[in-house]
């Protein structure tokens, strides 16, 4: 039997979109695989807690509710950075401290959806290299990893004390940090980052916007400010998303709304791109079947 351990991080605003990424992994597991989810959790209700350890109605696994003290973060307070970024950002770099876990863990964030088993990603060799990540497409240029999944070498973390690295660096540079906790891993493990294959994050904002074209992916991840849960948001798996939504305590909108809200978005798209039609990446898109995401298979 193969343990992975999987570690999520929320507040009580993103507890429902955790709870689908849990979702995803349990309904695409294989049957030889256990998991224990460590949720790092801020300020979570009871209710939501409840709908957590509800999970484990759609396979046995172990769900364990981590609350971190503030004062392990401060300094990342005074961080100047993007506003969508939260404080449960930062969680995961102090996974070695707040882990009981041996040698590795696998940081996701509550922004995915898993589409395939993950033992092939979790047991990755880290080549002696303190995490390992995909490349973020829509970042810098010179091949920074995308920090929404995260396979973190634990005992290497432990063993060159990396958080005190980590939060040196955040000391010294919080008033230049503008990508948070991203900018802060590939900056500190620069050299040290292992690159994995673009299907365990691909990177979606709209059908255009995927980090490859190909149909083999692991791990779809919703980037940017446009969620699938939004109204009139515009991206391919909205209809999977809600799928595994609706598996969890939190269930998912309703036929109507869903409905409603893709028309919406199309016809929000089409005005502001109104000859997307013509773009070559709509035809390679179209070729690979990505433009068929929009209506994904709704079951397994």
């Not at 255009?208 to 980090?211: D, I, V």
């Not at 400010?225 to 849960?229: E, L």
């Given at each position: 039997m193969s343990i992975l351990n999987i570690c999520l991080a929320c507040d009580d605003n993103y507890a429902k979109y955790a709870g689908v990424v849990i979702a995803s992994v349990l309904l695409n597991s294989k049957e030889d695989e256990s998991f224990v989810f460590h949720i790092l959790a801020y300020h979570l209700s009871e209710e939501n807690i409840a709908n957590f350890l509800a999970l484990k109605n759609l396979k046995n696994c172990e769900i364990k509710i981590i609350t971190p003290t503030e004062?392990?973060?401060?300094?990342?307070k005074?961080?100047?950075t993007l506003s969508h970024i939260t404080l449960p950002s930062y969680f995961r770099l102090r996974a070695a401290s707040l882990l009981d876990v041996e040698d590795r863990v696998l940081y996701l964030d509550s922004d995915i959806i898993v589409e395939k088993s993950l033992s092939e990603l979790y047991f990755t060799d880290f080549e002696d290299n303190f995490c390992a990540g995909v490349v973020d497409h829509l970042g810098r240029s010179d091949g920074i990893i995308n920090s929404g999944v995260l396979l973190i070498n634990l005992k290497k973390w432990r063993e060159e004390n990396a958080e005190k690295l980590i939060f040196d660096y955040i000391e010294q540079n919080k008033e230049k940090i503008s990508c948070g906790d991203q900018e802060i891993i590939n900056d500190v493990f620069k050299g040290k980052i292992l690159q994995l294959p673009d299907m365990w994050n691909v990177q979606t904002l709209n059908f255009?916007?995927?980090?490859t074209y190909e149909m083999n992916y692991g791990i779809v991840h919703f980037i940017g400010?446009?969620?699938?849960?939004l109204f009139g948001s515009f991206m391919p798996f909205k209809k999977k998303f809600f799928y595994y939504m609706s598996k969890t305590g939190w269930g998912s909108p309703s036929a109507l709304w869903q409905f409603v809200s893709n028309v919406y978005s199309y016809l929000r798209y089409l005005k502001r791109v109104p000859f997307f039609w013509l773009r070559p990446r709509f035809f390679k898109a179209l070729k690979n079947g990505i433009v068929r995401g929009f209506s994904h298979r709704s079951e397994k």
């Open positions: 004062d392990f973060f401060e300094v990342c005074e961080v100047r255009y916007s995927f980090s400010g446009s969620k699938p849960w």
